[in-house]
């Protein structure tokens, strides 16, 4: 089993930063998921923002965030990180880690899931 534990939510105004972190626990090595970060505003559906592959550390990017955010990992930390700059209000939502044996963009290639961690950019 894999737990995903996401932290660095928060309220911020908007043209600033936030870190989001998502630490990965359970009886497997982090380097053996390719990871993403999702994110579901209100009333809208949830949507792809980044993910990283298993141990290249390939990227990919949603168009509305590209040279925004980075997303990186540390192996010998299980840990998985998406920095954020320039918020917008529109990036608003709850945001998601996930792990999967595949580097996709699909929600339904990601097998575990965090809880979510609020993120809110002021105007």
């Known amino acids: 089993q894999v737990q995903l534990v996401e932290s660095g939510g928060g309220l911020v105004q908007a043209g600033g930063s936030l870190r989001l972190s998502c630490a990965i626990s359970?009886?497997?090595?982090?380097?053996?998921?390719?990871m993403g970060w999702f994110r579901q505003a209100p009333g809208k559906e949830r949507e792809f923002v980044a993910a990283?592959?298993?141990?290249?550390?390939?990227?990919y990017y949603a168009d509305s965030v590209k040279g925004r955010f980075t997303i990186s990992r540390d192996n010998a930390k299980n840990t998985v990180y998406l920095q954020m700059n320039g918020l917008k209000p529109e990036d608003t939502a709850v945001y998601y880690c996930?792990?999967?044996?595949?580097?996709?963009?699909?929600?339904?290639?990601?097998?575990?899931w965090g809880q979510g961690t609020q993120v809110t950019v002021s105007s």
């Open positions: 990283i592959s298993r141990s290249v550390g390939n990227t």
């Open positions: 996930a792990a999967g044996f595949i580097f996709s963009t699909m929600i339904h290639d990601y097998d575990y």
């Open positions: 359970g009886r497997t090595f982090s380097s053996s998921y390719a």
